[in-house]
């Protein structure tokens, strides 16, 4: 395993090298034709240099003859000056930052057609001979003005931005003719209260030569006259794609203005006016505005005091107008008009919408075909409305919409198993109505109990082993934890189709082994911790603390299956299931997640509720020595040797497969048959697995408290010289 993740990095680094190069070599190129442009510019400028000081000569010339100089005649002076500032400009503009022709064509060609308002300073992608501008303060962006900088983008989200700041940058933006190189003007958190910023502003946008496509004037304390003035812009623009004006109190005479405008408008795709308050009256100024609109596609009107009066001809204007539905001999039968609308994306959030609203929305459903986007968040929803859009999207069957956002509404746990119903059906639906978070969500073993009724033990089972859960509902390890399997046919079946039903496909098998295996350790721990050799407690304890007592308490269902299957996972441990790696130092056998996953069952078993039959069990198998092999044959895997080392250290406090380990399988005789020849091997020669045969009879030291452990070290011949001569030049190696 190792050496395929080895293998894997080298190849990736590789990979990584190569596409270094290639770029490297891409930046060289690059430079060279930038090079050259400015040699050939050089070459130029000192041509018409040569070429005016050549006319200069033999106008001299002929002056000598005695005629007066013409009035229009320049010194050598007079063209250097002349000259030099072209130069300059050519200088700067190849620095970073700057506009170019090529940049102009692409710019043209390439208009965006929707902008995500969330993220205002990625709208599109800056073209690699203009990167993108920092954010900068007024007076920084007035001096690079000045200096010949052209901006693409203007940001002054640093907020606290006044009217007359404002007003100073665009007039310097025309004082220079650089309004038609601005793309994005983000101007949110100003200070503009003052309608003659705004009105400036406008004018600005209604220059024939200003192309801008984003504007953002969130939280600016806009006032109803400055909305009519942006308003007026709005009418006349025919570039300007997202506009934000969330945050200004717009009320409904704001919004007349806004809808006015956006009747004559064409261009805008983009419209987020949240955390605004118009109210119903601007809800239904807003829908009677966007009938037939042809270009808006995102719509954000969250936190808007919006009620289901306002609702409700907002969803006819977006979504259609529903009328009724009705179940008949061939099925659902839904009469309605679906609207013309081209918003993909609506968005309202924190609008107290309630239950009513609710059913409004949910009725729309049934009718919308161009929605694909629904944003719900907390607008005080209970199960009822849960319950009827799942069923609406049930009954519908095939709908637009991808996405709905219901997360912050307060949902029962039968609500949620409709709504879970529909994500199983439909994949590909983004339905959330829970908050992600770091933490595990808690249920009661009342839900827990529904949840299982729904979907059924068997169902349950089968659908996690193959790999399919039910998320975004609830957790694979909360679920399973929480279950109580008491059904013997119901795990034999599990069992079976886990472990001992191979399929075709061979990788598909050892997946739902693994599955398999994950699956019981769950049902057996229930909500008590994971452990494995990471939680080992032996080097923490001394004396007879170490012994593990035999568990005296009747085995669940599930441990009995478990303690069934213990001689087949011992057998699949000498299953040969994974190619072997070949490598420039030879072949590598490689472990693979089956055995792996085994080894951890086992070691649970052993630490967690230890019992007769899966000690006797363990015995038959010949398990300590099927692990010793193994200990050996993967010598490269150190996870692998950690589980042995584990497994090893519970045999050892555990009383019958302690005298086992030094009667029936020699543990003392295999740790002198592998550590003699790897210990006398230099450090950097030695195989992995010498290490853990040092811990492995530091743990057999710590058992010298047993008579028959002291006897077995005692009786065995070559023990005690092994002890003080390499196992001590071992340990002073490692100090």
Same mark, same amino acid.
């Given at each position: 395993?190792?050496?395929?993740?080895?293998?894997?990095?080298?190849?990736?680094?590789?990979?990584?090298?190569?596409?270094?190069?290639?770029?490297?070599?891409?930046?060289?190129?690059?430079?060279?034709?930038?090079?050259?442009?400015?040699?050939?510019?050089?070459?130029?400028?000192?041509?018409?240099?040569?070429?005016?000081?050549?006319?200069?000569?033999?106008?001299?010339?002929?002056?000598?003859?005695?005629?007066?100089?013409?009035?229009?005649?320049?010194?050598?002076?007079?063209?250097?000056?002349?000259?030099?500032?072209?130069?300059?400009?050519?200088?700067?503009?190849?620095?970073?930052?700057?506009?170019?022709?090529?940049?102009?064509?692409?710019?043209?060609?390439?208009?965006?057609?929707?902008?995500?308002?969330?993220?205002?300073?990625?709208?599109?992608?800056?073209?690699?001979?203009?990167?993108?501008?920092?954010?900068?303060?007024?007076?920084?962006?007035?001096?690079?003005?000045?200096?010949?900088?052209?901006?693409?983008?203007?940001?002054?989200?640093?907020?606290?931005?006044?009217?007359?700041?404002?007003?100073?940058?665009?007039?310097?933006?025309?004082?220079?003719?650089?309004?038609?190189?601005?793309?994005?003007?983000?101007?949110?958190?100003?200070?503009?209260?003052?309608?003659?910023?705004?009105?400036?502003?406008?004018?600005?946008?209604?220059?024939?030569?200003?192309?801008?496509?984003?504007?953002?004037?969130?939280?600016?304390?806009?006032?109803?006259?400055?909305?009519?003035?942006?308003?007026?812009?709005?009418?006349?623009?025919?570039?300007?794609?997202?506009?934000?004006?969330?945050?200004?109190?717009?009320?409904?005479?704001?919004?007349?203005?806004?809808?006015?405008?956006?009747?004559?408008?064409?261009?805008?795709?983009?419209?987020?006016?949240?955390?605004?308050?118009?109210?119903?009256?601007?809800?239904?100024?807003?829908?009677?505005?966007?009938?037939?609109?042809?270009?808006?596609?995102?719509?954000?009107?969250?936190?808007?005091?919006?009620?289901?009066?306002?609702?409700?001809?907002?969803?006819?204007?977006?979504?259609?107008?529903?009328?009724?539905?009705?179940?008949?001999?061939?099925?659902?039968?839904?009469?309605?008009?679906?609207?013309?609308?081209?918003?993909?994306?609506?968005?309202?959030?924190?609008?107290?919408?309630?239950?009513?609203?609710?059913?409004?929305?949910?009725?729309?459903?049934?009718?919308?075909?161009?929605?694909?986007?629904?944003?719900?968040?907390?607008?005080?929803?209970?199960?009822?409305?849960?319950?009827?859009?799942?069923?609406?999207?049930?009954?519908?069957?095939?709908?637009?919409?991808?996405?709905?956002?219901?997360?912050?509404?307060?949902?029962? %746990? #039968?609500? =949620?198993?409709? !709504?879970?119903?529909?994500?199983? *059906? &439909?994949? @590909?639906?983004?339905?959330?109505? +829970?908050?992600?978070?770091?933490?595990?969500?808690?249920?009661?073993?009342?839900?827990?109990?529904?949840?299982?009724?729904?979907?059924?033990?068997?169902?349950?089972?089968?659908?996690?082993?193959?790999?399919?859960?039910?998320?975004?509902? %609830? #957790?694979? =390890?909360?679920? !399973?934890?929480?279950?109580?399997? *008491? &059904?013997? @046919?119901?795990?034999?079946?599990? +069992?079976?189709?886990?472990?001992?039903?191979?399929?075709?496909?061979?990788?598909?098998?050892?997946?739902?082994?693994?599955?398999?295996?994950?699956?019981?350790?769950?049902?057996?721990?229930?909500?008590?911790?994971?452990?494995?050799?990471?939680? #080992?407690?032996?080097?923490? !304890?001394?004396?007879?603390?170490?012994?593990?007592?035999?568990?005296?308490?009747?085995?669940?269902?599930?441990?009995?299956?478990?303690?069934?299957?213990?001689?087949?996972?011992?057998?699949?441990?000498?299953?040969?299931?994974?190619?072997?790696?070949?490598?420039?130092?030879?072949?590598?056998?490689?472990?693979?997640?089956?055995?792996?996953?085994?080894?951890?069952?086992?070691?649970?078993?052993?630490?967690?509720?230890?019992?007769?039959?899966?000690?006797?069990?363990?015995?038959?198998?010949?398990?300590?020595?099927?692990?010793?092999?193994?200990?050996?044959?993967?010598?490269?895997?150190?996870?692998?040797?950690?589980?042995?080392?584990?497994?090893?250290?519970?045999?050892?406090?555990?009383?019958?497969?302690?005298?086992?380990?030094?009667?029936?399988?020699?543990?003392?005789?295999?740790?002198?048959?592998?550590?003699?020849?790897?210990?006398?091997?230099?450090?950097?020669?030695?195989?992995?697995?010498?290490?853990?045969?040092?811990?492995?009879?530091?743990?057999?030291?710590?058992?010298?408290?047993?008579?028959?452990?002291?006897?077995?070290?005692?009786?065995?011949?070559?023990?005690?010289?092994?002890?003080?001569?390499?196992?001590?030049?071992?340990?002073?190696?490692?100090?």
């Amino acid at each position: 395993e190792e050496e395929r993740i080895a293998k894997e990095a080298e190849e990736a680094r590789i990979a990584k090298e190569a596409e270094k190069k290639r770029l490297d070599e891409e930046c060289v190129a690059k430079e060279q034709k930038i090079e050259e442009k400015k040699i050939n510019e050089q070459k130029d400028d000192e041509e018409a240099l040569m070429a005016a000081l050549s006319s200069e000569m033999e106008k001299q010339e002929i002056l000598s003859e005695g005629e007066k100089p013409p009035q229009t005649m320049l010194d050598r002076e007079a063209i250097t000056q002349l000259i030099n500032p072209f130069t300059e400009l050519k200088k700067e503009d190849n620095q970073i930052g700057t506009f170019s022709p090529s940049v102009s064509r692409l710019e043209r060609k390439e208009t965006p057609t929707k902008i995500d308002l969330e993220e205002w300073k990625d709208i599109a992608e800056e073209t690699e001979s203009l990167e993108a501008d920092e954010q900068l303060d007024v007076g920084a962006y007035i001096d690079l003005l000045d200096s010949f900088r052209k901006f693409r983008s203007i940001d002054l989200s640093s907020g606290d931005t006044t009217g007359a700041e404002l007003i100073q940058l665009l007039c310097k933006l025309e004082e220079t003719k650089k309004v038609r190189y601005l793309k994005r003007l983000l101007l949110p958190g100003g200070l503009f209260e003052d309608e003659k910023c705004m009105i400036k502003l406008s004018k600005f946008l209604q220059r024939r030569d200003c192309r801008v496509t984003a504007l953002d004037l969130g939280w600016c304390s806009i006032s109803s006259e400055g909305v009519k003035a942006i308003s007026e812009a709005i009418t006349k623009s025919k570039h300007l794609i997202a506009l934000n004006l969330e945050g200004n109190d717009i009320t409904e005479t704001g919004i007349s203005y806004l809808g006015v405008a956006l009747k004559k408008n064409r261009s805008i795709t983009n419209l987020a006016l949240s955390n605004n308050i118009f109210g119903d009256a601007g809800a239904i100024l807003l829908a009677n505005c966007l009938i037939d609109h042809p270009t808006i596609q995102y719509l954000d009107l969250g936190s808007c005091d919006l009620t289901c009066e306002g609702l409700l001809p907002l969803c006819e204007t977006i979504m259609g107008k529903f009328i009724s539905v009705e179940e008949d001999e061939e099925g659902i039968v839904i009469e309605g008009e679906p609207a013309k609308s081209k918003i993909e994306t609506l968005i309202l959030n924190g609008n107290d919408l309630g239950d009513d609203g609710g059913l409004i929305i949910g009725n729309s459903l049934y009718v919308v075909e161009t929605l694909k986007s629904l944003q719900l968040r907390n607008c005080d929803f209970s199960s009822a409305t849960g319950m009827h859009i799942a069923t609406v999207l049930a009954e519908r069957g095939e709908y637009s919409i991808r996405e709905l956002d219901m997360i912050s509404n307060e949902f029962d %746990i #039968d609500a =949620e198993l409709a !709504l879970n119903d529909i994500v199983i *059906d &439909d994949p @590909e639906l983004q339905l959330k109505w +829970v908050q992600p978070t770091l933490e595990k969500r808690e249920f009661t073993p009342e839900e827990i109990a529904k949840i299982v009724i729904h979907y059924e033990v068997p169902d349950i089972l089968h659908n996690l082993l193959c790999g399919e859960n039910l998320l975004p509902l %609830i #957790d694979n =390890e909360t679920l !399973l934890s929480s279950m109580i399997v *008491d &059904d013997e @046919e119901v795990l034999s079946e599990f +069992v079976e189709e886990a472990f001992f039903a191979p399929d075709d496909d061979e990788e598909f098998t050892k997946l739902r082994f693994v599955n398999g295996i994950d699956m019981l350790l769950l049902l057996m721990r229930g909500d008590q911790p994971a452990k494995t050799f990471l939680d #080992d407690d032996f080097d923490e !304890l001394n004396g007879e603390d170490l012994l593990l007592p035999l568990s005296e308490d009747p085995l669940t269902v599930v441990e009995q299956f478990v303690c069934e299957c213990i001689p087949g996972f011992i057998d699949r441990l000498e299953v040969e299931d994974t190619d072997d790696l070949e490598t420039p130092n030879g072949t590598v056998a490689q472990l693979g997640p089956v055995k792996l996953k085994i080894m951890e069952l086992i070691c649970f078993v052993l630490d967690w509720n230890v019992s007769q039959p899966v000690v006797q069990h363990l015995l038959d198998s010949c398990a300590p020595l099927i692990v010793m092999q193994m200990m050996c044959k993967y010598h490269r895997h150190s996870i692998l040797h950690l589980y042995c080392l584990y497994f090893f250290r519970l045999c050892l406090r555990i009383e019958n497969l302690r005298e086992s380990l030094f009667t029936k399988f020699g543990i003392l005789d295999f740790v002198q048959v592998k550590a003699t020849p790897e210990w006398n091997k230099s450090p950097a020669d030695r195989l992995s697995y010498s290490g853990s045969l040092a811990l492995l009879v530091d743990a057999i030291h710590r058992l010298d408290f047993s008579d028959f452990v002291c006897d077995a070290m005692a009786n065995n011949a070559t023990w005690n010289e092994f002890e003080n001569t390499l196992y001590c030049k071992y340990l002073s190696e490692v100090e």
